[in-house]
C-alpha cells in the first residue's frame, strides 16, 4: 500500500508542476489521468480477489467490475495526450505513467477485507 501513496503523491507533484509549466487544462488532465488509472487498477483487483470470500456479490458483480474497470482505464488511455512528462532524468509519455498507476495498484493495494472479528 506505501508504494501506491508514493505513486500518488509523485502524480499529484507533477500535475502541479504541470499546471505552472504548462497550464491549467494540463495539470488538471494530467491528475485526472492518475485518479483513473488507479482507481481502475485497485477496482479490478477488489472484484477478482475480495469475491473469493463469498461474503458480497455475485458472478455478475464480478464481470460488471471487470467491465467498470476496463471502462475506467479506457477512458484515462482516450483523455492521456501525446506528450510526455519528465521524471528523474526521464522522458515517459502519459499513458505510460496512466499504466504504471494501475498495474502498482492492481499488485500491490491491500488485497484482504478485515475478516469477522478482526480489528481494522
Given amino acids: 500500500m506505501g508504494i501506491v501513496i508514493i505513486y500518488s503523491l509523485i502524480s499529484f507533484g507533477l500535475s502541479i508542476g504541470m499546471l505552472f509549466a504548462q497550464g491549467l487544462t494540463s495539470g488538471l488532465i494530467f491528475m485526472l489521468i492518475s485518479t483513473l488509472s488507479t482507481l481502475?487498477?485497485?477496482g479490478l483487483r477488489a472484484v477478482?480477489?475480495?469475491?473469493?470470500?463469498?461474503?458480497?456479490?455475485?458472478q455478475?458483480?464480478?464481470i460488471g467490475g471487470v467491465i467498470f474497470a476496463s471502462a475506467l482505464?479506457?477512458?484515462a488511455q482516450y483523455l492521456s495526450p501525446d506528450f510526455s512528462l519528465h521524471f528523474l532524468g526521464y522522458s515517459i509519455s502519459i499513458?505510460?505513467?496512466?499504466w504504471i498507476g494501475f498495474?502498482?495498484?492492481?499488485?500491490?493495494l491491500g488485497m484482504y477485507p478485515p475478516l469477522e472479528?478482526?480489528?481494522?
Avoid: V
Fill in 60 to 62: 455478475g458483480d464480478r
Fill in 40 to 42: 481502475a487498477g485497485g
Fill in 103 to 108: 498495474i502498482l495498484c492492481f499488485c500491490f
Fill in 73 to 75: 482505464i479506457t477512458l
Fill in 48 to 58: 477478482l480477489f475480495w469475491n473469493s470470500f463469498g461474503k458480497w456479490g455475485s
Fill in 117 to 120: 472479528g478482526q480489528k481494522t
Fill in 95 to 98: 499513458s505510460a505513467w496512466s
